[in-house]
């Protein structure tokens, strides 16, 4: 299984990068697809995740509108669109795979299978 996220690099606050994350080795269909972040000296958080039917997304509250998360299963591939970028979004940005039933909302890293290596994200001010 791989995940490899791309997309990453410097962008000026207000700015707008598109992170991708192609998966290879999985049923991507199968997989509900999440995005994480960490920043120097801090915890890796939750930003979004995308039910594996692509019909329900979920988002952390510092998001607010900023970011969407889509998949397409052609590719097997999951986007995060981030938009009025901030200088605290840097940081380096995960995709995740795991198998989470309907009833819950898996904003927690070890709920996850898979991880990709981490793409590279700063907002310059």
């Known amino acids: 299984v791989q995940l490899q996220a791309s997309g990453g690099g410097l962008v000026q606050a207000g700015g707008s990068l598109r992170l991708s994350c192609a998966t290879s080795?999985?049923?991507?269909?199968?997989?509900?697809m999440g995005w994480f972040r960490q920043a120097p000296g801090k915890e890796r958080e939750f930003v979004a995740v995308?039910?594996?039917?692509?019909?329900?997304?979920h988002y952390a509250g510092f998001v607010k509108g900023r970011f969407t998360i889509a998949r397409d299963s052609a590719k097997n591939t999951v986007y995060l669109q981030m938009n009025s970028l901030k200088p605290e979004d840097t940081a380096v940005y995960y995709c995740?795979?795991?198998?989470?039933?309907?009833?819950?909302?898996?904003?927690?890293?070890?709920?996850?299978?898979?991880w990709g290596q981490g793409t590279q994200v700063t907002v310059s001010s």
């Open positions: 080795g999985l049923t991507f269909s199968v997989y509900d």
């Open positions: 995308i039910r594996r039917g692509g019909d329900s997304t």
């Open positions: 995740a795979a795991g198998i989470f039933s309907r009833a819950t909302v898996p904003t927690m890293k070890g709920d996850y299978d898979y």
